[in-house]
């Protein structure tokens, strides 16, 4: 018996070795993507309910990673969340949906926001407020189609989030809560922080038309969000029955795979982008 245990606990030290050995060396891979211009973006557009014009988009990131292929986010983030790579990942990310975004109000595109995601390291840099200043500035795109994305687990300590917010706040941007609804963090961040919009998170709007919960807590959110004087957005609308529900709820915008998945830059500019008019 103890020999048997033995062998089970050796193979799995082995598994735990490689399993660290891909993450080290994943990590090691990350460290030279961004010089070697690894890294993309995605953009995926949002939508007015009211009108059906498409109102704005969010940049996405993905890893052409030179061995293992085509990487989502979820696979490289977190790792980039750990390692602190997420610090000058994030940038490169603001810098590129600012750059875009600028090519194509200067190419005679109807301007439009572009959502940033931040991630924590990013919030809690001192100094963050003043890199997105110097961005905008170096790229010359108007803060007003910046919007930057938070999550609750931000808002967590409520006066160093004030700071920070406050001072993004203060160039301009727009500041959004995402995945709302999914953090631990109390309601009591809405009535103090300088925030402009609540996306609801897609695991409430995936199950809106077969449980009542997540209908009530839909219908919940959109109107508080009303009385708040904030918008609203609901992620993840894959269906037109979801949409229905979502445009009876008086919910301004949407964002899913029913309107289109993330697409590329380009994409995007022959797809979504219209033209100005004259
Ligand atoms: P998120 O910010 O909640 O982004 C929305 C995610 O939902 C995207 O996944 C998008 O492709 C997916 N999605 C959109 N519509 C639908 C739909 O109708 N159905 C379903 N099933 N999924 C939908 P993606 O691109 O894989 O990104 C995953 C997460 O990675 C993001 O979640 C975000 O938290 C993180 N992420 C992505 N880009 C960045 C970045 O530049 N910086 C940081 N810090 N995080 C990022
Ligand atoms: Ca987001
Ligand atoms: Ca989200
Ligand atoms: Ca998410």
């Known amino acids: 018996h103890a020999k048997e245990h033995d062998q089970i606990f050796i193979r799995y030290t082995e598994a735990m070795k490689k399993r660290t050995q891909s993450r080290v ?7 030279k993507a961004l010089e070697r211009d690894e890294f993309f973006l995605e953009y995926q557009p949002q939508f007015s309910l009211l009108t059906g014009k498409m109102v704005g988009m969010e940049a996405l990131v993905r890893w052409n990673h030179p061995k293992r292929g085509l990487l989502p986010p979820n696979d490289f983030i977190p790792l980039a969340e750990d390692s602190g790579l997420i610090v000058p990942l994030g940038e490169w990310v603001l810098k590129t949906a600012c750059e875009h975004n600028r090519k194509w109000q200067l190419d005679g595109y109807e301007p439009v926001c572009v959502s940033v995601n931040l991630s924590m390291r990013q919030f809690r840099q001192y100094n963050l ?49 995402d995945d709302f609804g999914t953090g631990y963090s109390s309601l009591n961040y809405l009535k103090s922080l300088p925030i402009d919009r609540l996306k609801i998170d897609r695991s409430f709007v995936k199950e809106v038309m077969l449980d009542g919960n997540d209908a009530a807590i839909v219908s919940t959110i959109t ?17 037109e029955e979801q949409l229905e529900f979502l445009k009876g709820q008086n919910c301004h915008e949407g964002q899913g795979y029913l309107f289109s998945k993330p697409v590329p830059a380009r994409v995007l500019e022959s797809q979504f982008l219209s033209r100005l008019a004259g």
């Open 25 to 31: 060396e994943l990590e090691n891979d990350m460290r």
């Open 129 to 177: 407020a003043d890199k997105v200043d110097a961005i905008l500035r170096e790229v010359g795109l108007d803060a007003k189609y910046l919007e930057l994305e938070v999550t609750e687990s931000m808002t967590f300590d409520i006066d160093t989030a004030l700071n920070q917010l406050q001072s993004l706040k203060r160039l301009g941007v727009h500041i959004s809560i």
């Open 223 to 239: 109107t508080m969000a009303h009385h708040l004087k904030l918008k609203v957005t609901a992620e993840g609308v894959e269906s």
